[in-house]
Nanobody, 121 residues
Framework: QVQLVESGGGLVQPGGSLRLSCAASGSIFSIYAMGWYRQAPGKQRELVAAITNGGSTNYADSVKGRFTISRDNAKNTVYLQMNSLKPEDTAVYYC???????????????WGQGTQVTVSS
């Protein structure tokens, strides 16, 4: 059993900052990569940022220079520091983990339930 729990979402004014956290727990053998996706009303879910176990990162063009993804491998936790937030950043942010389970040694994607980020004045 694998569970991803997000935290840190909320309401913030344009130009403000938020820090999202996602902790993976359960029967995890190894995590290849973790990342953040977001989905705004009426839009498709999109990749925001991702980071591999080796530290390689990937960002959506719309957030480059404003968002920073990091991880603590010992805690199976990924963070997303969001600065200079814009109204168009408003969305539900979902944590994703690409991992191997310890019990079955199967690789797969796991998702958190999402955390709401609202940027509004």
């Amino acid at each position: 059993q694998v569970q991803l729990v997000e935290s840190g979402g909320g309401l913030v004014q344009p130009g403000g900052s938020l820090r999202l956290s996602c902790a993976a727990s359960g029967s995890i053998f190894s995590i290849y990569a973790m990342g953040w996706y977001r989905q705004a009303p009426g839009k498709q879910r999109e990749l925001v940022a991702a980071i591999t176990n080796g530290g390689s990162t990937n960002y959506a063009d719309s957030v480059k220079g404003r968002f920073t993804i990091s991880r603590d491998n010992a805690k199976n936790t990924v963070y997303l520091q969001m600065n200079s937030l814009k109204p168009e950043d408003t969305a539900v942010y979902y944590c994703n983990a690409d991992l191997w389970t310890a019990a079955t040694m199967l690789r797969g994607d796991y998702w958190g339930q999402g955390t709401q980020v609202t940027v509004s004045s």
